[in-house]
């Protein structure tokens, strides 16, 4: 069973800080991963996809990293801004599953001014 | 983009009350549905994978018979939590595949729905 974990649970960083926030699966049979943004009673923002022949994606300050044979991800979020608090989300599809999507717990993040 | 709308966006109900919210896609077709449900401070949790045309699927632990859902149409299904609890509330989001066209294979999700029983 496909299992999600992002480390750690909660970040508070000052802002301009760069960070990473890490998210490992336990079956490396994935179609995708993605990381999402969720800001508080608000749903999902796609921020990156990475399909599991990639390696990386990125988005203006934003990189993903996929390592698919250890079965970890990284996003690495540059010069951070307090609009940047929000809680983020990574999920796995998994191959042959329509698109159903496996999430972790998410990390929330606090950027302080 | 496309956009996949759920509504309503919030609802409160009486306990022992039935509640139905709507996911529509609204520029492409989905055969493919999918109803996730999170609780405060926890991830998304698949619920059901809902199929244009045939019946659902429940993720292990999910009550079929208190979480109806209905996919009509290939772009429209819908989620009724009948008999509703307390228990029940939680923020429920809807996503949906899109199988062909320029949005061919992508996931998009609803904005979701917050579901309060007083």
């Known amino acids: 069973k496909q299992e999600v974990t992002q480390i750690p649970a909660a970040l508070s960083v000052p802002e301009g800080e760069n960070l990473v926030l890490n998210c490992s699966f336990t079956?490396?049979?994935?179609?995708?991963l993605q990381w999402f943004r969720q800001d508080p009673g608000k749903g999902l923002t796609s921020l990156l996809l990475?399909?599991?022949?990639?390696r990386e994606q990125t988005s203006g300050r934003l990189n993903a990293s996929l390592d698919k044979s250890s079965g970890r991800s990284t996003l690495y979020i540059a010069a951070s801004q307090p609009g940047d608090s929000a809680t983020y989300l990574c999920a796995v599809t998994l191959y042959n599953q329509g698109g159903k999507l496996i999430f972790g717990q998410g990390t929330e993040l606090s950027v302080k001014p | 983009g496309a956009v996949v709308s759920q509504h309503p966006s919030r609802v409160i109900c009486k306990s022992g009350t039935s509640v139905k919210i709507e996911c529509r896609s609204l520029d492409f077709q989905a055969t493919t549905m999918f109803w996730y449900r999170q609780f405060p401070k926890q991830s998304l949790m698949l619920m059901a994978t809902?199929?244009?045309?045939?019946?659902?699927?429940?993720e292990q632990g999910v009550e079929k018979d208190k979480f109806l859902i209905n996919h009509a149409s290939l772009t429209l299904s819908t989620l009724t939590v009948t008999s509703a609890h307390p228990e029940d509330s939680s923020f429920y989001i809807c996503?949906?595949?899109?199988?062909?066209?320029?949005?061919?294979?992508?996931?998009?999700f609803g904005e979701g729905s917050w579901l309060t029983v007083v």
């Open positions: 079956d490396s049979a994935i179609y995708n």
């Open positions: 996503s949906a595949r899109a199988m062909t066209g320029v949005h061919g294979n992508t996931i998009y």
């Open positions: 990475i399909q599991s022949s990639q």
């Open positions: 809902s199929n244009e045309g045939s019946k659902a699927t429940y």
